[in-house]
């Protein structure tokens, strides 16, 4: 699976987007984008994947750019309540999951 | 309502007796799975299982068994813990659609071994 790279920290105001990028530059043709957070020390919670084209649910939006190299994850009206960790995971069906340490969003009042 | 049970919680224990944190789901999913997680290293897979009786080590297997008898159980096992296995560990579920599965978390075990 792919190796990807995300900041380690990022800061947002409340009611404003939060855009969370991550790089996944090795990434390969079936290989999708997975989405988590982790909200101070439960247990991780699934947000969002895709694989090519641009995604949206209730939680968030997934934009993957044209060669698949890198994704912006968009909560649209960032809350307090988004104030977690969140991790960015390439996979392809392997059943190794691969997590990384995540960025770490704060959103402040 | 679907979800993924741990016990227990929270354990301290000494080192070298023997553990079990067991771990359920109701989703009737295929694949389950053990992370530990500690400070600056993000969430690391221990074991995980394709299905009943298949089972197959993550990144950081030393020091850990599992065990998968029937499909909504999957007991971590520690032989002999250690110091060094003081940690947060979690257990997920997933249903096995090729490529677009999600992960179902429970809420965590916190272990200390003194």
């Known amino acids: 699976d792919a190796k990807t790279t995300q900041p380690t920290s990022m800061d947002c105001a409340e009611g404003r987007a939060a855009n969370l990028p991550c790089n996944h530059s090795t990434i390969s043709g079936n290989e999708y984008v997975y989405w988590y957070r982790q909200i101070h020390s439960q247990g991780p919670q699934y947000i969002i994947h895709g694989l090519k084209n641009n995604e949206t649910n209730e939680m968030a939006s997934l934009i993957i750019t044209e060669d698949r190299k890198s994704s912006t994850l968009i909560l649209p009206h960032a809350t307090l309540r988004d104030t977690a960790v969140y991790y960015c995971?390439?996979?392809?069906?392997?059943?190794?999951?691969?997590f990384g340490t995540g960025t770490r969003l704060k959103v402040l009042a | 309502e679907a979800q993924v049970t741990q016990n227990p919680r929270y354990l301290i224990t000494v080192t070298g007796k023997k553990l079990t944190v067991t771990c359920s789901q109701n989703m009737n999913h295929e694949y389950m799975s053990w992370y530990r997680q500690d400070p600056g290293l993000g969430l690391r897979q221990i074991y995980y299982s394709m299905n009943v009786e298949v089972t197959d080590k993550g990144d950081v297997p030393e020091g850990y068994k599992v065990s998968r008898k029937e499909k909504r159980n999957f007991p971590l096992i520690l032989e002999s813990p250690s110091p060094n296995q003081t940690s947060l560990y979690f257990c997920a579920s997933s249903i096995t659609l090729g490529t677009g599965e999600t992960q179902y978390f429970g809420p965590g075990t916190r272990l200390l071994v003194l």
């Open positions: 995971i390439v996979r392809a069906g392997t059943y190794k999951y691969i």
